[in-house]
């Protein structure tokens, strides 16, 4: 168990409608990642959030927005969606704002369908 | 062409056997981390690299950065050791350290 909670673990819905997935980071880890993993595309990261402040930014869609609350969990909103959107999305957190010379721990991930 | 490549795509071994993943990247990186990714799913960070060797039982890491080359070494393989193991690196260069950039994978599998 690597202490960091995601919720759901699988969802289905329609193309067109919106989706929310959450994540909780181990205790004490201010950074918050969210990747994509697709068939085609592999692990792409999506954006990092550090103690409630966007850090950096990767390949996120425009219809995809994220926040990081104060008591540190973290959203990923996924709008008007689309077949292609279907992916497995892992949350990830660590202590420092620097991947690098950090480890970083890994949700369970959220299995997205879009039908 | 990928910044980072893995090799080999797939590998089957026996039990037993001592088994080598092998990862390149093309970039400036600060560190390089090796995940195992079982087939529920789940990521599982196994190793973070900035420079020479990590050792954590029967599972052995090593970095050369003027080679910008890794390894990710097995040894007495077991069937619990089947798995999707990642090579992933964070770039060295400002704005990005969040960003980790992602092989494709190994799948191994190792028969009884």
């Known amino acids: ?115 | 062409k990928n910044e980072v490549e893995q090799s080999p795509q797939n590998l089957t071994a026996q039990e037993g056997e001592f088994i080598t993943i092998n990862c390149s990247y093309s970039v400036g990186i600060s560190a390089l981390h090796w995940l195992q990714q079982h087939p529920g799913g789940g990521i599982v960070s196994l190793f973070m690299l900035s420079s020479g060797k990590k050792k954590h039982g029967r599972l052995i890491a090593t970095i050369n950065i003027q080679e910008k080359h890794s390894s990710l070494h097995i040894t007495a393989s077991h069937p619990r050791d089947s798995a999707v193991y990642i090579c992933a690196v964070s770039l060295n260069y400002g704005g990005s350290q969040g960003n980790l950039i992602f092989g494709k994978g190994t799948k191994l599998s190792v028969k009884p």
């Open chain 1, 1 to 115: 168990d690597s202490g960091v909670t995601q919720t759901p673990k699988h969802l289905i819905t329609a193309t067109g409608q919106r989706v929310t997935l959450r994540c909780s980071p181990r205790s004490g880890d201010l950074s918050v990642y969210w990747y994509q993993q697709s068939l085609d595309q592999g692990l792409q990261f999506l954006i990092q959030y550090y103690n409630g402040e966007e850090r950096a930014k990767g390949n996120i869609l425009e219809r995809f927005s994220a926040q990081q609350f104060p008591d540190l969990h973290s959203e990923l909103n996924l709008s008007s969606l689309e077949l292609g959107d279907s992916a497995l999305y892992f949350c990830a957190s660590s202590v420092e704002r620097q991947i690098s010379g950090n480890t970083i721990y890994f949700g369970e991930g959220s299995w997205l369908t879009v039908v």
